[in-house]
């Protein structure tokens, strides 16, 4: 019977019970007679401590020259050790190697730079970095759907083919079958879609909103969470080809409603994490962050900045000569502002609302000032944004002309104007950037480092 590592650490084992467990070896070190392996079975991030003694192992001198994670098969007994850093270790009785692993495994025990590491995907998860990185990514994942499903929302999914541009930016991959060396060709010359798969022109979804939207109009609460897809030629920390949003959509809620359910939602991530996964951001805290895990206890204890983006733009102006671009009002805030807002004015995640309408969404709701839109990014140190939502427009009136100013082509919007004809109601939502909370709660600053597999521009 196999006992899984972790289940050592969460049930106190009593001193001297038979133990079979698997695993892979961090670590083999040995001295003439007896040897040590430091063996992780992935169920939890500590690994366990095998002792073993040439006196009782017949195949000593086989598994003391054993190579860096090569995976064996243990029993033996657990020795309660409490002087000890680890609380107990397994004396072997037997060891058998399951698969040998030589000197030319890539990822020898020198340490090796995150970039290095990024040519290999498929062996970077066996690091202590990058084990710790993606445990942190499945939890938070988790903890997300725990604070929707206890607050009352639908998880719902929602189209990864679409055929609307929600962001309207125009940063679409264009999905098709069609043979790229033989175009079909309409009469006039342009591209026959007809002739494509889905008879028309489809591209990977930037945004889940709007199909979100339609189903918060039946379902009151609902959020998604799915992979989402940016043709963004951005080389930057902070930007990913392929990354996943977490998109809450609520019914009769406004601008406040969705700041606070936000606010909310990351205060529940991050007490989820100081509570789970304490030994991996122990581990952050340690090698990529030093004051981590205080800086996460504080802010989820305390309140989160709200500011206009009127009276941000103020303080942007006043220091605009410690920036690349200079900010006046209208100009769209860049990352070096974002961070200075909250790095160095806030030193806390802060919510920049009612920015002017030129530099945001078409489906925001207008304010009465007809100048600004309901819209709120929430940015936080290190990372600068990592919401962003909005209030959308419920009038059918209003929604119809801001399109037309945009010129944008109703016949693909019908569907969502009938949301607006048919029994319309205000509504809010957000899109959370999964990647960039990872950033954040680890302190990895780079969106390749918290990506199992990242498809950034470039290429992979
Ligand atoms: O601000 P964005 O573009 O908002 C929307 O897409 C809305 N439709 C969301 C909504 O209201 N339902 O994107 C939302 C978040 C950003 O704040 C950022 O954290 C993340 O998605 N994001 C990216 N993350 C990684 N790589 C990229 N290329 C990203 N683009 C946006
Ligand atoms: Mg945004």
């Known amino acids: 019977e196999r006992t899984e590592i972790a289940s050592l650490y969460t049930q106190t084992p009593a001193d001297g019970i038979e133990v079979k467990v698997y695993g892979?070896?961090?670590?083999?070190?040995?001295?003439k007679n007896i040897g040590f392996i430091s063996l992780t079975d992935g169920s939890c991030y500590k690994p366990v401590q095998i002792v073993f003694e040439a006196a009782k192992l017949a195949n000593y001198a086989e598994i003391a020259k054993s190579g860096l994670y090569t995976s064996f098969e243990v029993t033996g007994r657990l020795v309660l050790t409490p002087q000890a850093k680890q609380p107990f270790e397994i004396n072997a009785d037997t060891i058998?190697?399951?698969?040998?692993?030589?000197p030319e495994y890539p990822l020898q025990k020198k340490r090796m730079s995150v970039e290095y590491l990024r040519t290999m995907p498929h062996l970077r998860p066996r690091t202590n970095t990058f084990n710790a990185a993606f445990r942190v990514r499945g939890e938070a994942a988790y903890a997300l759907h725990s604070f929707f499903h206890e607050n009352g929302f639908t998880y719902v999914h929602t189209p990864i083919f679409t055929g609307s541009d929600c962001e309207g930016a125009g940063e679409m991959f264009q999905v098709t079958t069609l043979d790229l060396n033989n175009v079909p060709k309409t009469e006039d010359g342009k591209v026959d879609y007809t002739k494509d798969f889905f008879k028309r022109q489809v591209n990977l979804t930037v945004s889940g909103q709007l199909e979100a939207e339609a189903m918060a109009m039946a379902l009151g609460k609902v959020y998604t969470f799915g992979p989402t897809f940016r043709a963004e030629e951005s080389y930057t920390p902070r930007h990913a080809a392929e990354f996943w949003m977490i998109e809450p959509e609520m019914a009769f809620a406004d601008l406040n409603t969705y700041m606070d359910t936000a606010e909310a939602m990351i205060k529940y991530v991050i007490r989820h994490l100081l509570n789970t996964c304490p030994d991996e951001l122990a581990f952050f805290n340690q090698f990529f962050d030093k004051g981590l895990v205080e800086r996460l206890q504080l802010v989820e204890s305390s309140e989160f900045g709200r500011i206009s983006y009127t009276d941000a733009v103020e303080i942007l102006k006043k220091n605009n000569d410690k920036f690349q671009y200079k900010v006046e009002w209208g100009t769209d805030i860049q990352t070096e502002h974002e961070r200075y807002l909250?790095?160095?004015v806030f030193h806390k995640p802060v919510f920049v609302t009612?920015?002017?309408?030129?530099?945001?969404?078409?489906y925001m709701r207008m304010n009465d000032?007809?100048?600004?839109?309901a819209a709120a990014d929430m940015l936080v140190p290190g990372i600068g944004e990592l919401i962003g939502g909005s209030q959308r427009e419920e009038r059918l009136d209003v929604?119809?002309?801001?399109?037309?100013?945009?010129?944008?082509?109703?016949?693909?919007?019908e569907w969502y104007l009938d949301?607006?004809?048919?029994?319309?109601v205000k509504h809010a939502g957000y899109g959370l950037g999964f990647e960039r909370l990872i950033m954040y709660v680890t302190g990895i600053p780079n969106i390749r480092d918290v990506l199992p597999?990242?498809?950034?521009?470039?290429?992979?």
């Open 399 to 413: 929604l119809t002309a801001r399109m037309d100013e945009l010129g944008m082509r109703r016949s693909d919007y």
């Open 453 to 460: 597999f990242p498809r950034t521009c470039g290429g992979f």
């Open 24 to 31: 892979w070896a961090k670590t083999v070190r040995d001295s």
């Open 342 to 344: 909250t790095e160095q």
């Open 354 to 362: 009612d920015y002017p309408k030129e530099i945001k969404s078409f």
């Open 96 to 102: 058998t190697v399951l698969g040998p692993c030589g």
């Open 419 to 424: 949301l607006r004809r048919f029994g319309s």
């Open 369 to 373: 000032d007809g100048k600004t839109v």
